[in-house]
Structure formats: C-alpha cells, structure tokens
C-alpha cells in the first residue's frame, strides 16, 4: 500500500531523513514512532504529498506521489495534529464541504456522511458550529473528514489527544475496526496506545529506520535469544530475606522487588545481564530458604522500554 525507496529530506546541510526504504502493505495498522527532531513529522509529510523529497520516491498502491499527486491523494485519508477544521462552519457544513473537495458523488455523499458520523460519535453535535465544541469534539470531526470518501489509506496523526478515557477507548476500537478494511498508519507518542492498537511499529531515529517488526519480536530481539533471562514472580516472604538469598545467585544482573497484593506476598523482578535462562537458579535459591514462588513467568521488555533502548543506541538492534 505504502512504498518509500531511498527516501532522504535535506534542510540545507540537516538530513531530516536519511535514505531510509519501508514498505507497508495492505490491511496493516503500523504504530510510526520517534523522538522528536528525529524525522518522523517529515516522513509522513512526504508519504501524503505535503512535502516532495529530496531524494528517493513514494509510492501510494503504486502511485508515486510526486508525479501523480492528484491520483494518489484520492487514496489518503489524513488526521493531522492539528484538525484542519473551518471553525465558522456547523460540523455537517463542514463534512459536506470536505466531501465536495474530494469530490464524493453527491447522490453518496448522505448515506456516506450519516455513517461517518455514527461511526465516530458526533451526531448529537452535527448541527453545531465547531467553534463551539470541546477539544475532544474537534479531535473527532478531524478524524471523520479524514473517512470522507472512503479512503483505503488512512494516516492518523496523535488521533485521541484531546479525548477523556471513555472517548480513547472508542476510538482505539474503532481504528482496530477501521483496520480490517484499510491500511491505518498511526502517529502517536503515547506509546500505551501504539502497544494496544499496531499490529507493526516502525520506529525513526536521526532520520533513520531502526525497527521495523512486531513489538513482541523486537521484545525477543532485545531482551536476547532466551525469554527466561528475565523473570516476575510472586513470592510469599520477607523482602529482605527474598533479596538477600537472590543477590547470592551468581548470574543475577537485576533485583526490584515491591510489596504484591496480599500480606507477605512481594513481587519481584529478576533479570540477568548475560541471557541465561535464571529460572531453575531462582527456584533452588528460594525453595533453600522456605520461600514459596506462587507465579513466575517471562516479562517482556515493554514498548518504552524497546523505543529507549532503540532510540539511545541504534547498535542494539
């Protein structure tokens, strides 16, 4: 759906983006994520024609987009940070508007709009100016001139800032529903949401793609070839007693250990720096001195974990 070839963005001597190539295809929800001024605002201005690079080429189902601009915007759907929304207009004058600019049959544009607005929940607000709506409103008229026309490609940029918890969880299920039948690509940096809602993540640094793969594979590939090097277990004991016989173990990189949910029940995490599988040492330890493990299992690295880890130092990958 989504094709960059040796894309680069220069700014006089500042590379932006720095020969990078991706490929998304059809039907994939791609969480795209970077700190900031590393490149990713410039990436996806070039992947929905704001921009042209440098260097390089997209392509949108095929369709470059710098010599068929026209041809292959019809394709994108775009929720910019900030909602590109005429403020004087009520929300249905508005969405009208948007659907002639992208040229909706008009004999359509009814049924269309009517489905639009069920799907992201503003038809009690439809008739109002949009001056007048809450941040979280606005947020969600943006996202439905983004579904104008039914786009197959759909480029999400922070879509739930602005939205109370209830209204976040809406519109997480609805980019999951929204997935089954186009290609999504989501900009956000509250990585939770990127975690609950991607099938993939892309991730930029200093203008190069570092991570291409599902968080669960990039948790293994981080955390070494053995998912046992780092475990949580519930223990029932004396912290002090628990850390004390661990730090004996002799491969033990890591010990954090906080109160768990019941009355002499700790939770403790224990990892080891050189991969080995710590799970029989851990047990024999503790077993030693009368302490029962009730649970132990594998702790994935978590997504701010893999997106530090890649972003501070790109050699880990």
């Known amino acids: 759906m989504i094709r960059g070839e040796n894309l680069s963005k220069h700014y006089g001597r500042i590379k932006a983006v720095d020969n990078i190539d991706f490929h998304i295809t059809k039907g994939e929800i791609i969480g795209f994520l970077g700190p900031n001024g590393a490149g990713k605002t410039t990436t996806m201005n070039m992947i929905t024609g704001y921009q042209a690079p440098s260097e390089g080429r997209v392509f949108i189902d095929e369709i470059n987009i710098v010599e068929s601009p026209e041809e292959a915007k019809k394709l994108i759907g775009y929720l910019p ?143 070494g070839a053995s998912g046992a090097a780092r475990q949580k277990l519930l223990v029932k004991g004396n912290a002090k007693e628990i850390r004390t ?36 040492n851990l047990f024999h330890a503790l077993a030693s001195k009368n302490l029962p493990i009730l649970q132990m299992g594998p702790m994935d690295l978590t997504l701010e974990e893999i997106f530090l880890n890649l972003t501070t130092d790109e050699e880990n990958l």
């Open 81 to 223: 940070e900030q909602p590109p929304l005429y403020l004087d207009l009520t929300v249905d004058e508005f969405l009208y508007f948007v659907s002639d600019f992208k040229k909706v049959p008009r004999d359509s544009q009814k049924e269309n709009l009517a489905m639009i607005r069920q799907l992201v929940k503003i038809e009690d607000v439809r008739k109002r100016l949009i001056r007048n709506l809450s941040k979280g409103y606005k947020q969600r008229v943006g996202l439905a001139q983004a579904l104008v026309g039914d786009p197959p490609l759909l480029i999400l940029d922070e879509p739930t800032i602005g939205l109370d918890p209830k209204q976040i969880i809406e519109i997480r299920q609805l980019i999951r529903d929204l997935g089954k039948e186009h290609t999504v690509v989501l900009s956000s940096h509250i990585l939770p949401e990127i975690s609950a809602t991607c099938n993939r993540i892309l991730i930029i640094n200093k203008g190069k793609i570092v991570a291409s793969d599902t968080p669960a594979n990039l948790a293994g590939r981080l955390s």
């Open 245 to 280: 016989k661990l730090e004996g173990i002799s491969n033990i990189g890591s010990i954090d250990i906080a109160p768990g949910p019941e009355k002499n029940l700790c939770e403790v995490i224990a990892s080891t720096e050189d991969n080995e599988d710590i799970r029989e």
